[in-house]
């Protein structure tokens, strides 16, 4: 059975991250590390838009979710928001698409774990 995450804000990641590294550098490792899937979130409120079979924009949005890797991901995506006090992250995908996650978490031991390989 897998241990229950222990999780915490994106303002506390941010703070923690930016004892050991610069501020210019901690959100880039953070998400860096988010996208290649070394440090999980999730976010209290996640909006997610698609194209419908007829190029229309549908809407789904779900509760404390796991955001998914490539959420983090430059990959054809613009990090159009970033309110790291408020856990507030939004994305363009495509030029089109609106993502948005809302109260993002990050895993804290993943945090203490970037922590202990920055020492």
Known sequence: MAAAIDWIGAAEALRIASDHLSPEDAPA???ARAEAGAI???AQRFTVEVPNACGQ???FE???VELPREFWSSE???LQTHDWEAGDFASLVNGSF???ACGVEFDRAAIAALVEQLR
């Open 62 to 64: 779900d509760e404390l």
């Open 57 to 59: 924009k549908m809407t």
């Open 98 to 100: 609106q993502h948005q």
């Open 76 to 78: 054809g995506r613009v």
């Open 40 to 42: 999980t979130t999730r």
């Open 29 to 31: 490792t953070l998400i």
